[in-house]
Protein backbone atom coordinates (compact mmCIF):
# COMPACT_ATOMS: atom_id res chain seq x y z
CA UNK A 1 0.00 0.00 0.00
CA UNK A 2 1.43 3.61 -1.23
CA UNK A 3 2.06 5.43 2.29
CA UNK A 4 0.86 8.94 0.68
CA UNK A 5 -2.71 7.01 0.38
CA UNK A 6 -2.67 5.64 3.85
CA UNK A 7 -1.89 9.16 5.56
CA UNK A 8 -4.48 10.55 3.49
CA UNK A 9 -6.96 8.17 4.11
CA UNK A 10 -5.98 8.19 7.78
CA UNK A 11 -5.80 12.33 8.20
CA UNK A 12 -9.29 12.22 6.64
CA UNK A 13 -10.44 10.47 9.26
CA UNK A 14 -9.12 11.81 12.37
CA UNK A 15 -10.37 15.10 10.64
CA UNK A 16 -13.82 13.76 10.41
CA UNK A 17 -14.38 12.48 13.58
CA UNK A 18 -12.89 15.98 15.17
CA UNK A 19 -15.35 17.90 13.12
CA UNK A 20 -18.57 15.88 14.55
CA UNK A 21 -17.73 16.08 18.17
CA UNK A 22 -17.17 19.78 17.38
CA UNK A 23 -13.54 20.40 18.27
CA UNK A 24 -11.21 22.34 16.27
CA UNK A 25 -7.20 21.55 16.04
CA UNK A 26 -6.29 23.60 18.28
CA UNK A 27 -8.27 22.25 21.13
CA UNK A 28 -7.46 18.83 20.03
CA UNK A 29 -3.52 19.57 19.98
CA UNK A 30 -4.03 20.90 23.90
CA UNK A 31 -5.59 17.74 24.76
CA UNK A 32 -2.65 16.02 22.86
CA UNK A 33 -0.13 18.75 24.29
CA UNK A 34 1.27 19.43 20.75
CA UNK A 35 0.59 21.75 18.40
CA UNK A 36 -2.03 22.91 16.45
CA UNK A 37 0.30 22.08 13.67
CA UNK A 38 0.95 18.67 14.08
CA UNK A 39 -2.87 17.98 13.92
CA UNK A 40 -3.05 19.84 10.80
CA UNK A 41 -0.14 17.69 8.90
CA UNK A 42 -1.91 14.81 10.14
CA UNK A 43 -4.95 15.67 9.04
CA UNK A 44 -3.44 16.41 5.94
CA UNK A 45 -1.65 13.27 4.67
CA UNK A 46 1.52 14.93 5.44
CA UNK A 47 2.32 13.01 8.61
CA UNK A 48 1.50 9.77 10.52
CA UNK A 49 0.93 9.78 14.00
CA UNK A 50 3.36 7.33 15.46
CA UNK A 51 1.71 4.85 18.13
CA UNK A 52 2.25 7.05 21.22
CA UNK A 53 0.48 9.84 19.09
CA UNK A 54 -2.32 7.65 18.17
CA UNK A 55 -2.92 6.26 21.84
CA UNK A 56 -2.76 9.72 22.82
CA UNK A 57 -5.63 11.00 20.43
CA UNK A 58 -7.79 8.43 20.58
CA UNK A 59 -7.54 9.42 24.25
CA UNK A 60 -8.67 12.98 23.37
CA UNK A 61 -11.21 11.87 20.91
CA UNK A 62 -12.48 9.30 23.38
CA UNK A 63 -12.81 7.17 20.91
CA UNK A 64 -12.18 3.10 21.09
CA UNK A 65 -9.37 1.89 19.38
CA UNK A 66 -10.66 -1.24 17.69
CA UNK A 67 -13.52 0.44 16.64
CA UNK A 68 -11.44 3.56 14.69
CA UNK A 69 -9.01 0.29 13.20
CA UNK A 70 -12.14 -1.24 11.87
CA UNK A 71 -13.72 1.92 10.55
CA UNK A 72 -10.25 2.95 8.73
CA UNK A 73 -9.60 -0.38 7.25
CA UNK A 74 -12.93 -0.37 6.00
CA UNK A 75 -12.37 2.83 4.92
CA UNK A 76 -9.17 2.10 3.28
CA UNK A 77 -10.79 -1.15 1.38
CA UNK A 78 -13.81 1.41 -0.08
CA UNK A 79 -11.15 4.18 -1.86
CA UNK A 80 -11.42 4.54 -5.01
CA UNK A 81 -8.89 3.12 -6.54
CA UNK A 82 -5.89 5.58 -8.23
CA UNK A 83 -3.75 3.98 -10.88
CA UNK A 84 -0.30 5.09 -9.31
CA UNK A 85 -1.46 3.82 -5.63
CA UNK A 86 -2.00 -0.11 -4.73
CA UNK A 87 -4.62 -0.97 -1.81
CA UNK A 88 -4.45 -3.88 -0.04
CA UNK A 89 -7.94 -5.49 0.59
CA UNK A 90 -8.20 -6.63 4.09
CA UNK A 91 -10.09 -9.94 4.80
CA UNK A 92 -11.41 -10.67 7.97
CA UNK A 93 -10.01 -13.14 10.48
CA UNK A 94 -11.68 -16.47 9.65
CA UNK A 95 -12.48 -18.08 13.33
Known sequence: MNTKSFNDILGREIKRIREEK???????????NVNAQNISSYERGERCPSLFWM???????????????????????????NPNTDIIKIKPASG
Open 55 to 81: NRLYEALEIDPAKFTDDLYKRLNESPL
Open 22 to 32: GITQEELASRM
